[in-house]
């Protein structure tokens, strides 16, 4: 469950204030699987990240009992001088897994990118990126995934490999998940919020929401 | 996929949590600092001796008996290792969000962390050198002693206060306004030549003393030789102006830090 509570949030631009949110009180329910959808611009990264506690609102507050994970996005978070050991290691240190060096392991396997490992981020190709990223998100167990774009990762074995593990997460996990792809949407979310004219508007089932972001 | 990292997780309180952070960025610090170059840990000991060996033939030919009652490098030593400490911390505090961004990605990475590291990193490095420099002066058969090492400490301390607070004010200033970053390059420019480390406030004209006075790494720097040497005492440096500054400064820091901290986190 997240509560938001007179949520305001707003970048300040040459053109002055943009709203993304406005005064927006709203409760995310418990056990449910949520598709964000929204025009491009009107600020679903931002809402996911302010739901990852990764941003914070200018007015109001936003409340959580879960363990979210970090926006799971293409390819963030990535210290690019660092090695993708060093990366993996650093996420572990902060996150309090004492148990680093299978965690590695672990990622080294899962993401298929072998000795790369060992390089910096910034020789990575943006699909190794990605690869690393989704690997490390399913090293750490959380109760609530932030899923933003990240779902068509690398060849067709290598996603298929994800949807498994995921699936496997999603036995005690829930998502929110951000996509332009509504056949994934439909897949994976029993519930849609749409994120329009700076208010959340609430769907008890996905097609609902979709049919109200289309027209 | 037999993984189950669960077992592995413990829980933190807010306290370890914060430790746990520092200590992998402190860490993060460590591995760019040093780990990229060939020679690295020797870097950090190259800039005091570069230092002190070119002060030394600048202004060692002129006063071949030494300053203020011990031999020029000694001397030189005493004042440029609070000075580096001062620059630097101030320098890694200024920049320490903006070469940490991409880590606030993770939620429990906070900006304090990330300055908290590069302080702790700093005096390790600022002891590192100190000792490894008096132990090559002490090889090379000079007369070094430290006259009152509790005292030594406190003044770096102190600067370590108003270094860092500084840095955070600076990181602030260039957060609301880019500009001052420019106007902070020029602020610095200048600060090598007017804190004492090639001179004493005794070697001035009385007169002069109005401008250089308001300068608190000077006060440090003085009051810094006056618990390293025996014999030198100063009349003009004041640990309470040193220690108002350092006080004032981690007060405005912390207060433009309460208000306005997640302003460093928003891309």
Redesign the interface.
């Known amino acids: 469950m997240i509560e938001l509570d007179k949520v305001t949030k707003y970048y300040l631009t040459k053109l002055g204030k943009k709203y993304v949110l406005r005064d927006v009180t709203f409760t995310i329910p418990e056990g449910r699987d949520v598709a964000i959808l929204g025009p491009n611009g009107a600020g679903k990264s931002t809402l996911l990240r302010l739901l ?5 609102p200018n007015k109001g507050t936003i409340r959580s009992n879960k363990r ?1 994970s ?2 799971l996005a293409l390819a ?7 090695t993708g050991r ?1 990366n993996v ?3 572990c ?7 680093i060096a ?2 590695c392991d ?1 990622v080294q396997a ?1 993401s298929e990118i072998g000795d790369y490992f060992e390089l910096p981020i910034k020789t990575y190709s943006s699909g190794m990126k990605s690869r690393l990223a989704f690997a490390l998100s399913m ?3 959380f109760e609530l995934y932030l899923i933003d774009e990240i779902t068509s990762v690398g060849d067709a074995s290598f996603r298929k490999k994800c949807a ?2 995921m699936a ?1 997460k999603r036995k005690n996990a829930n998502v929110i998940m951000v996509s332009h792809d509504m056949s994934t949407l439909r897949k994976q979310c029993d519930m849609a919020i749409v994120l329009q004219d700076r208010q959340l508007h609430f769907f008890d089932n996905v097609e609902d929401g979709i049919k109200q972001y289309q027209c | ?1 037999s ?4 077992q ?3 829980q ?1 309180n807010p306290f ?2 914060m430790r ?2 520092i ?2 960025l402190f ?2 610090e460590l ?2 600092r040093f780990g ?1 170059y060939r020679l690295g840990v020797f870097w950090a000991l190259a800039e005091p001796i570069a230092h002190v060996i070119i002060f030394s033939v600048i202004f060692g030919v002129r006063a071949r008996e030494g300053f203020g009652g011990v031999e020029t490098p000694i001397f030189i030593y005493t004042g440029i290792m609070p000075f580096l400490l001062f620059q630097n911390l101030f320098n890694q505090c200024k920049n320490a969000c903006s070469a940490n961004r ?8 906070k900006p304090i962390n990330t300055y908290c590291a590069r302080v702790i990193l700093e005096m390790g490095i600022f002891l590192f050198t100190s000792v490894s420099l008096f132990a090559l002066f002490w090889w090379a058969g000079y007369q070094v002693a430290i006259y009152d090492i509790l005292y030594c400490l406190m003044i770096v301390v102190l600067l370590t206060i108003f270094a860092t607070s500084f840095g955070m004010i600076a990181s602030f200033a260039i957060e609301f306004f880019p500009e001052s970053d420019k106007f902070l390059g020029i602020l610095m420019k200048p600060m090598m030549f007017i804190s004492g480390i090639f001179f004493t406030l005794d070697m001035i004209p009385e007169k002069y003393h109005v401008y250089l006075i308001w300068n608190p790494v000077l006060h440090a720097v003085e009051l810094f030789r006056a618990g390293f040497i025996e014999n030198f005492t100063s009349d003009h440096a004041s640990l309470w102006y040193l220690f108002c500054c350092a006080l004032v400064s981690l007060f405005i820091a912390m207060r433009l830090y309460r208000m306005h901290w ?1 302003r460093m ?3």
Not at chain 1, 76 to 82: A, D, I, T, V, W
Not at chain 1, 93 to 99: E, H, K, L, P
């Open positions: 990852g506690g990764i941003d914070f979210i970090w926006p963030s978070g990535f210290q690019g001088s660092m060093e290691e650093f996420v240190r902060v996150y309090g897994n004492r148990q299978k965690t672990f899962f090293a750490f167990d498994e593990s496997e | 996929m993984f189950q990292p669960a592995y997780r413990i933190r370890q949590v746990d952070v200590f992998a860490l993060r591995k760019t990229t991409g880590l606030f990605h993770y939620r429990y990475v997640t986190i928003a891309t």
